[in-house]
């Protein structure tokens, strides 16, 4: 009995009225004109109060719309719904199709680039211009091209606003990688026949290049790697110009006082770096720096050659004459 009772007072209730779609965030005399005609005398891009939200619906009562009558000195029909009237926010929720057409505008143009939406925002949006910039992308990390990853976006709207949006994107394009064809220790040179091309996926929001067998051969492996390991330039290092454990040409210089000798290099050395040497004789370290060369420059204030001297002068040596054995 309660239930029939209750379905009695739901349908004496009267229906809310129709809603007026609208685009902006006012009311316009526009609007109100489509359910009471008077307003049609009024300008028609006159305000008349503020609208609804994106998507949500404002009732504007019977009592107000006579206030609005009232100001414009008009008269309300005594056919006048007692409900006033609705107003809605036109919206509409994002298309998979919006959103990957807006993404593809900010994409390379002529790059074979597939677009995989993983997820999308559902807020309502209104009319108007669906754009992802670059700058709203939060590319993977260069380990991970295929990961996906969140692009911010907004929507102007047509009659003003700007409106947030979101995408969980996965781009999927392609290029040209080097990897290892067979097993190769620490320390090893690379050779062409090692190695070989094919083509990786990648994320073009990553700035990863072409890459060929040539840019790898002759290179050294800063760690062993296995068959079938993309290369990246972190992987190698190019060999060095004097090996550690080489003899290597020595030129001292002491203001005017020149000496060559050879010593034993103790590290890898690359031009312009220094490098650890032995002298041969003295057993002593010592640095210098590499030349294009390949030897090495050693440059030393003279008061420290002077000094050994004094000290080969207490040993009895001639303390006139510079000695390999002095540096």
């Given at each position: 009995?309660?239930?029939f009772?209750?379905?009695?007072q739901?349908?004496?209730?009267?229906?809310?009225?129709?809603?007026?779609?609208?685009e902006g965030?006012?009311?316009?005399?526009?609007?109100?004109?489509?359910?009471?005609p008077?307003?049609?005398?009024?300008?028609?891009?006159?305000?008349?109060?503020?609208?609804?939200?994106?998507?949500?619906?404002?009732?504007?009562?019977?009592?107000?719309?006579?206030?609005?009558?009232?100001?414009?000195?008009?008269?309300?029909?005594?056919?006048?719904?007692?409900?006033?009237?609705?107003?809605?926010?036109?919206?509409h929720?994002l298309?998979?199709?919006?959103?990957?057409?807006?993404?593809?505008?900010?994409l390379?143009?002529?790059?074979?680039i597939?677009i995989?939406?993983?997820?999308?925002?559902?807020?309502?949006?209104?009319?108007?211009?669906?754009?992802?910039?670059?700058?709203?992308?939060?590319?993977?990390?260069?380990?991970r091209?295929?990961?996906?990853?969140?692009?911010?976006?907004?929507?102007?709207?047509d009659?003003?606003?700007?409106?947030?949006?979101?995408?969980?994107?996965?781009?999927?394009?392609?290029?040209?990688?080097?990897r290892?064809?067979?097993?190769?220790?620490?320390?090893?040179?690379l050779?062409?026949?090692?190695?070989?091309?094919?083509?990786?996926?990648?994320c073009?929001?990553i700035?990863?290049?072409?890459?060929?067998?040539?840019?790898?051969?002759?290179?050294?492996?800063?760690?062993?790697l296995r068959?079938?390991?993309v290369?990246?330039?972190?992987?190698?290092v190019?060999?060095?110009?004097?090996?550690r454990?080489?003899?290597?040409l020595?030129?001292?210089?002491?203001?005017?006082?020149?000496?060559?000798?050879?010593?034993?290099?103790?590290?890898?050395?690359?031009?312009?770096?220094?490098?650890?040497?032995?002298n041969i004789?003295?057993?002593?370290?010592f640095?210098?720096?590499?030349?294009?060369?390949?030897?090495?420059?050693v440059?030393?204030?003279?008061?420290?050659?002077?000094?050994?001297?004094?000290?080969?002068?207490?040993n009895?040596?001639?303390?006139?004459?510079?000695?390999?054995?002095?540096?």
């Amino acid at each position: 009995m309660l239930v029939f009772l209750l379905a009695l007072q739901l349908a004496a209730k009267p229906a809310l009225p129709a809603c007026v779609q609208i685009e902006g965030d006012r009311i316009l005399a526009k609007h109100a004109a489509e359910r009471a005609p008077i307003f049609k005398t009024v300008p028609p891009d006159t305000v008349l109060s503020f609208g609804p939200s994106v998507g949500n619906r404002r009732i504007i009562s019977k009592r107000e719309v006579e206030r609005w009558a009232v100001r414009f000195a008009l008269t309300l029909p005594a056919d006048m719904q007692s409900d006033g009237m609705c107003f809605e926010r036109a919206a509409h929720p994002l298309s998979r199709g919006e959103v990957e057409a807006a993404i593809r505008r900010s994409l390379p143009k002529g790059g074979d680039i597939r677009i995989e939406l993983v997820e999308i925002s559902k807020f309502p949006a209104p009319a108007g211009v669906l754009e992802f910039p670059l700058s709203g992308a939060v590319a993977p990390p260069n380990s991970r091209p295929g990961d996906p990853f969140l692009w911010h976006g907004q929507l102007r709207g047509d009659s003003g606003g700007t409106y947030g949006c979101w995408a969980r994107v996965r781009l999927i394009a392609t290029r040209q990688a080097v990897r290892m064809r067979v097993d190769l220790g620490q320390g090893k040179s690379l050779g062409a026949d090692e190695l070989e091309a094919f083509s990786a996926p990648t994320c073009p929001l990553i700035s990863a290049k072409d890459e060929r067998i040539q840019d790898y051969a002759g290179l050294t492996l800063k760690r062993g790697l296995r068959a079938g390991t993309v290369l990246t330039r972190a992987m190698v290092v190019s060999p060095p110009d004097i090996a550690r454990g080489n003899l290597v040409l020595v030129r001292v210089v002491a203001g005017a006082t020149h000496l060559t000798l050879e010593a034993q290099a103790e590290s890898d050395g690359y031009t312009g770096r220094r490098i650890l040497l032995t002298n041969i004789e003295s057993k002593r370290h010592f640095q210098g720096v590499v030349q294009a060369d390949g030897t090495v420059l050693v440059q030393t204030p003279q008061a420290r050659l002077q000094s050994a001297s004094r000290n080969r002068e207490r040993n009895y040596a001639d303390p006139h004459t510079i000695s390999k054995t002095d540096l």
